[in-house]
């Protein structure tokens, strides 16, 4: 059985051991966030399960889905779970890999392009730079059980990149969590709205004006979150790529 990385939207950030995956696939077990251009990658006669999850609507539990990739693997198909992203990035690969290996069934993990890497890449936003950044914190909004609990120790580190994930549906609170960790209200912030797709949206400004900047824009998920001065070069190098309506620019 193959867990596999999607990437974060663009067809072409697959790589090649993901396409020859998806290419011999009899099931294909597949996120909210694959793209059907991916999709439409496997053979026409594989199967094609939606087993994704949005907020607070979950087409399987956790425990649900494990129980049928290990169905599914024990029949004897080549299975791909198909995931946005990298599987090991705020994906639950690492579940899903444990469950299938305690079954006894041998499990291939492809990791792709997580949506910091993809998402920052197209927007013009590097995630570190001499400049700028010396390091950067993967991290998610989110925990089990939904409530926003970001871990303030090390948040306001200087010459930092932030890349937050699943923080739309509660942007203005963790824009206050930053802030009370100790980052100035006018730390620059971008958003980037399905990133790396033809679609994608960047809005840009402060941790202080964000929230308000974001509200008339109706803003949908997926969309990442990135902290630091390095969004000050998204004007300079977002180039052809950023296909973005006129929004407010960074001040």
Known sequence: MDLVGAGPGDPGLLTLDALAALQCADVVLHDRLVADEVLALAP??????????ARAR?????????????????????????????PFVFGRG????????????????????????GCAAYAGIPLTHRDYAHSC????????????????????????????????????EVCDELTDAGLAPATPAALVERGTLPDQ???TGTLANLPD???????????LLIVGDVVRLHAALHGERDASPPVPALE
């Open 137 to 172: 914190q993967f991290i998610t909004a989110r925990r089990r059980h939904g409530a926003i609990e970001l871990d303030r120790d090390g948040l306001a580190r200087p010459r930092q990149t932030l890349a937050i994930y699943m923080g739309l549906s509660a942007l203005g």
């Open 58 to 86: 979950h087409s399987y539990e956790q425990g649900s889905l494990n129980e049928l990739m290990v169905e599914l693997a024990q029949d004897g198909r080549h299975v791909v779970r198909l995931k946005g992203g990298d």
């Open 201 to 203: 949206r960047v809005l």
């Open 94 to 117: 690492g579940e899903e890999a444990a469950s299938i290996a305690a079954a006894g069934i041998p499990v291939r993990v492809i990791p792709g392009i997580t949506a910091a890497g």
């Open 44 to 53: 026409p006669e594989a199967e094609r399960h939606y087993v994704g999850k």
């Open 213 to 223: 900047r974001a509200r008339p824009l109706a803003l949908r998920s997926p969309t």
